[in-house]
């Protein structure tokens, strides 16, 4: 097993290879062409929503890029940037890595959800306020992801405290968690897609 410092150099080593290999396919490459490696980021709710789309029009306008799509949270997608293990990253916040150069592209309602036939909310409600939710079973990403930042941050502006009854840092499981009936979540629309 490698030391903690061996397995930075070796993280930073694989890094050091693929831009070499980027830098012998661009010195290569015909004039004017666009080909090489592109790594791009995506949260797990954003790759819902746009991942395919985004393959598809790649292919179409650069066939010669070869797309390597990397999903996890943002707090991980965020890291990864800053380390430099990514070319670029779709984040839900400025502040996941704000010494790089960003530019805003979506914005996202966010929602409360929870199966259907709950009884953590009465059926004929369409709409749920936030010192309702702050006393509901609650099912969150970790405290470094984007999300749970502006959802904390939300909360904290209202001056009420959270009922968070588990801390998931899987998409799937959590809305898994969900459907079950453990809690409820907060999360853009798109994260219904899984």
Do not use: W
């Not at 746009?50 to 066939?63: D, F, Q, V």
């Not at 704000?98 to 059926?123: A, C, G, Q, R, T």
Request: net charge neutral; charged share 20%; aromatic share 2%.
């Amino acid at each position: 097993m490698p030391t903690p410092n061996g397995a930075a150099l070796l993280e930073h080593a694989r890094f050091m290879l693929r831009q070499l290999e980027q830098a012998l396919v661009i010195a290569r490459q015909e004039p004017g062409s666009i080909q090489g490696m592109v790594s791009v980021g995506l949260a797990s709710t954003t790759l819902c929503a746009l991942g395919a789309p985004l393959m598809r029009r790649m292919r179409e306008k650069y066939p010669s890029i070869i797309l390597n799509v990397v999903e996890g949270l943002s707090g991980h997608i965020g890291q990864m940037l800053r380390n430099m293990q990514l070319d670029l990253a779709i984040l839900f916040s400025r502040d996941a890595a704000p010494d790089l150069p960003n530019e805003p592209l979506i914005e996202e309602d966010l929602f409360l959800m929870l199966p259907k036939e709950s009884k953590l909310v009465p059926k004929h409600r369409k709409s749920v306020r936030c010192d309702e939710i702050a006393k509901l079973p609650l099912i969150l990403p970790t405290g470094i992801h984007g999300l749970r930042i502006k959802i904390a941050h939300e909360f904290e502006q209202r001056n009420l405290q959270m009922n968070v009854v588990a801390e998931i840092d899987s998409l799937s499981l959590l809305m898994l968690c969900v459907k079950d009936g453990m809690g409820a979540t907060i999360k853009p629309m798109s994260a219904t897609m899984m």
